[in-house]
Structure formats: structure tokens, C-alpha cells
């Protein structure tokens, strides 16, 4: 007999497992709904909510939502990959129909803008929440796509696949790649710094980089990567590790070395790739596209660096499978405070909120090249 949804701000340590092992049984699930995430979060003023739904004292469904009080204006909730529904649930129409009108009450009376990012492959939550009055976002705090490489395939096929072999060349070329630890997230956040700085977006600080990565590599949830070029460290990813994937997480790259010439991000990748099918792991994903790349190569299309842009075509260059993710939903209350966000929007003071709202809900996402 499966109970209501109930709705706190803080758990038990037996909950807080329970609902980690439930994340753990979800293929694909990502790190941001593990307890550990929220507390990685805290470090950017973030504090969570826990939406639950019970079948007797199990938990069967539910999500972990971060929120952040913004001046002026008030609660913002964010669903990151949820909610999850335990596999074995039987029911999952019931199950989403309720976790979409306790979705619908937190903007009755916990928030005024709310912003859900549905776990990969789970369409109904999105559409059913849509019927409810929420809309597709028009902030981007989500990617739209993402490419992915099966890592069941055999290790041969999968560097066939990739239009750039660059693998035999590196060790003659002095690039070698390492397992970084603590002692590196210093380098890594002068890395990301340095790709921001030609991006033309707001780093992630040093203290926040750290804080993440103790919150989730002691547990086996997150783990570095450094490039170096002739022992020199020039380029380094994050990466976080869930439900069977590793996913690129925060990447930093010196472009005042030779690093881009000879290829070390992807060098970075190889090897995590390698390493992650030596876990066990069943994907290693790119932590997204862009949706019109997607798109072209779902329709078959061949897409070189000018037609698919610089970020995109250093993920394809290694083949793999694009995926469509589930579309990211919004609502507000009242709702026309989204129409008047949609009207100021088209001014400086509006882009500016929206930029800084972005910025606000994707730290922690990953950053490319």
C-alpha cells in the first residue's frame, strides 16, 4: 500500500542510505540526486528537499531537490535527474501522476520558480507536468543532448570508431596521463580558469572545486584526471561517477601550451574511457551537446568541426551514440512571473538576471575545452 508524498528539509542517516541505494539501482542516475551531492551544494549556499513516496516504510520513488533564495524574488527549486522510480516498481503511472501534483504543490506553497530536469529517459514526468501548467524552459540550465560511447563494446571497436587516433603519438610526444588527487585541484582550478577566461564565462572557485571533489571521491563517486606534457599538468577533467557512467564534469585546458596541438583532452578521455570499462561501468557520456548536433547525427548526417563547433566535434570525433534528454520544465508562482521574466529579457537588466540565474543552476555542470 503505497502512502502519501511527503515533503522535509532534512533526513534521517537510514533515510539518507536508503534513498542513496534506491539512486544506485536506477541505470543512469547521476551523482546530483546522491545525499553526498546536497552537501557538495551547501558550499554554494544550496539547501535540500526531499520529496518522497512510500510503499510502507520503503521508499519506492521520489527525488532530492536543491533550493536557493534569491533577493527580491525568493525560493528557487531545481530538479537535477529526478525524480527516480525504484525499477521494480510495477505501478509507474500511479507513481509519476502523484510525484507530478506534489511537484505541482511546491509552487503552491513552498517556491516561486521551480525548474525540473527529468532523469534521462523518463518522458511521461515532463509531459504530465506540462498538463499541469508548466512549460518547456526557456532558461538553459540543462543541456538538451548528450553523446555517449558503450563501454560493452570491445576496445577495438570503440577506437575505430573515433576519427582522430591520436593514441599511438602520445607517449613519443611526452603527453601522459595520470590519477590526480587533492594536491591537483589547485591545478585544475587555475585550468578551468584559464578555459573560462577564453569562453568568456564565471569559473567555479577553488574552494568550491574542492569541496566537491572531498564530498565525492572518498566514496568512489568522483575521480581526476590530469594531463600532463612533459610533466608539466595542462589540461584535467572531473569526473563523476553514478549508475553505471562516468561522466566528464569539469574540464580545464592550457591553450598557452601545446596541449591543443597535440590533442591532451582527448588523451584524458582515452584513458577515462579505458579506465571506466575496467570498472565495470556501462557508459562513459559526455555531459552534453548541443541539439541540433544531436539531431544531424540521429538523422545520419556526417558533421565536420565547422558545422558541429568546437566542442561538439571534439566529442564526436570519438563516435558514440547521441541521446535526446528529456526536456527541462518550468513554472513559476505566480505564472506571470515567467511571462514578465520572458518580457525584461529582452533588455540588459534581463539578460544579465537570466545569465546570472544560468550560472546559478549549472555549477557543478560540466564545462568544456
Given at each position: 500500500m503505497?502512502?502519501?508524498?511527503?515533503?522535509?528539509t532534512h533526513i534521517s542517516e537510514a533515510e539518507a542510505s536508503a534513498w542513496d541505494n534506491l539512486v544506485e539501482s536506477v541505470p543512469y542516475s547521476d551523482v546530483a540526486q546522491l545525499s553526498k551531492w546536497a552537501h557538495a551544494r551547501a558550499a554554494a549556499g544550496y539547501s535540500p528537499v526531499y520529496l518522497f513516496l512510500r510503499e510502507g516504510e520503503r521508499i519506492i520513488a521520489g527525488a532530492q531537490l536543491l533550493r536557493y533564495k534569491v533577493p527580491m524574488l525568493g525560493w528557487i527549486?531545481?530538479?537535477?535527474?529526478?525524480?527516480?522510480?525504484?525499477?521494480?516498481?510495477?505501478?509507474?503511472?500511479?507513481?509519476?501522476?502523484?510525484?507530478s501534483s506534489s511537484i505541482q504543490g511546491l509552487l503552491e506553497n513552498h517556491c516561486r520558480m521551480l525548474f525540473v530536469q527529468p532523469h534521462f529517459g523518463d518522458t511521461r514526468l515532463a509531459d504530465e507536468l506540462i498538463d499541469l501548467g508548466f512549460r518547456p524552459s526557456k532558461v538553459n540550465i540543462a543541456p538538451a543532448a548528450s553523446l555517449r560511447i558503450d563501454l560493452a563494446r570491445d576496445v577495438q571497436d570503440i577506437h575505430a570508431g573515433m576519427k582522430r587516433k591520436w593514441s599511438r603519438r602520445w607517449p613519443t610526444c611526452g603527453v601522459t596521463v595520470?590519477?590526480?588527487?587533492?594536491?591537483?585541484?589547485?591545478?585544475?582550478?587555475?585550468?578551468?580558469?584559464?578555459?573560462?577566461?577564453?569562453?568568456?564565462?564565471?569559473?567555479?572557485?577553488?574552494?568550491?572545486?574542492?569541496?566537491?571533489?572531498?564530498?565525492?571521491?572518498?566514496?568512489g563517486h568522483a575521480v581526476l584526471f590530469v594531463g600532463d606534457l612533459a610533466g608539466e599538468p595542462v589540461a584535467a577533467t572531473?569526473?563523476?561517477?553514478?549508475?553505471?557512467?562516468?561522466?566528464?564534469?569539469?574540464?580545464?585546458?592550457?591553450?598557452?601550451?601545446?596541449?591543443?596541438?597535440?590533442?591532451?583532452?582527448?588523451?584524458?578521455?582515452?584513458?577515462?574511457?579505458?579506465?571506466?570499462?575496467?570498472?565495470?561501468?556501462?557508459?562513459?557520456?559526455?555531459?552534453?551537446?548541443?541539439?541540433?548536433?544531436?539531431?544531424?547525427?540521429?538523422?545520419g548526417q556526417s558533421l565536420d568541426q565547422q558545422g558541429a563547433g568546437g566542442c561538439d566535434f571534439f566529442k564526436i570525433s570519438f563516435g558514440g551514440e547521441a541521446i535526446m534528454m528529456p526536456p527541462t520544465v518550468e513554472s513559476s508562482a505566480p505564472r506571470l512571473l515567467m511571462t514578465t521574466l520572458d518580457t525584461i529579457r529582452n533588455y540588459p537588466?534581463?539578460?544579465?538576471?537570466?545569465?546570472n540565474l544560468q550560472r546559478r543552476m549549472c555549477g557543478g555542470a560540466a564545462s568544456m575545452p
Amino acid at each position: 500500500m503505497k502512502s502519501g508524498v511527503s515533503i522535509t528539509t532534512h533526513i534521517s542517516e537510514a533515510e539518507a542510505s536508503a534513498w542513496d541505494n534506491l539512486v544506485e539501482s536506477v541505470p543512469y542516475s547521476d551523482v546530483a540526486q546522491l545525499s553526498k551531492w546536497a552537501h557538495a551544494r551547501a558550499a554554494a549556499g544550496y539547501s535540500p528537499v526531499y520529496l518522497f513516496l512510500r510503499e510502507g516504510e520503503r521508499i519506492i520513488a521520489g527525488a532530492q531537490l536543491l533550493r536557493y533564495k534569491v533577493p527580491m524574488l525568493g525560493w528557487i527549486y531545481y530538479f537535477s535527474g529526478g525524480p527516480l522510480i525504484d525499477p521494480s516498481c510495477r505501478d509507474r503511472d500511479t507513481v509519476i501522476r502523484q510525484l507530478s501534483s506534489s511537484i505541482q504543490g511546491l509552487l503552491e506553497n513552498h517556491c516561486r520558480m521551480l525548474f525540473v530536469q527529468p532523469h534521462f529517459g523518463d518522458t511521461r514526468l515532463a509531459d504530465e507536468l506540462i498538463d499541469l501548467g508548466f512549460r518547456p524552459s526557456k532558461v538553459n540550465i540543462a543541456p538538451a543532448a548528450s553523446l555517449r560511447i558503450d563501454l560493452a563494446r570491445d576496445v577495438q571497436d570503440i577506437h575505430a570508431g573515433m576519427k582522430r587516433k591520436w593514441s599511438r603519438r602520445w607517449p613519443t610526444c611526452g603527453v601522459t596521463v595520470r590519477t590526480g588527487g587533492t594536491a591537483d585541484i589547485p591545478r585544475l582550478a587555475r585550468l578551468i580558469a584559464k578555459s573560462a577566461a577564453f569562453q568568456n564565462y564565471q569559473p567555479l572557485s577553488e574552494e568550491y572545486i574542492e569541496h566537491l571533489y572531498e564530498t565525492l571521491a572518498p566514496s568512489g563517486h568522483a575521480v581526476l584526471f590530469v594531463g600532463d606534457l612533459a610533466g608539466e599538468p595542462v589540461a584535467a577533467t572531473l569526473y563523476t561517477r553514478r549508475g553505471g557512467v562516468l561522466r566528464a564534469r569539469l574540464t580545464g585546458l592550457d591553450r598557452d601550451t601545446d596541449a591543443l596541438k597535440l590533442n591532451v583532452p582527448s588523451a584524458i578521455a582515452w584513458h577515462a574511457i579505458h579506465w571506466a570499462r575496467e570498472q565495470g561501468l556501462r557508459w562513459y557520456d559526455f555531459s552534453g551537446i548541443k541539439a541540433e548536433t544531436a539531431e544531424a547525427l540521429l538523422a545520419g548526417q556526417s558533421l565536420d568541426q565547422q558545422g558541429a563547433g568546437g566542442c561538439d566535434f571534439f566529442k564526436i570525433s570519438f563516435g558514440g551514440e547521441a541521446i535526446m534528454m528529456p526536456p527541462t520544465v518550468e513554472s513559476s508562482a505566480p505564472r506571470l512571473l515567467m511571462t514578465t521574466l520572458d518580457t525584461i529579457r529582452n533588455y540588459p537588466v534581463g539578460r544579465t538576471l537570466v545569465a546570472n540565474l544560468q550560472r546559478r543552476m549549472c555549477g557543478g555542470a560540466a564545462s568544456m575545452p
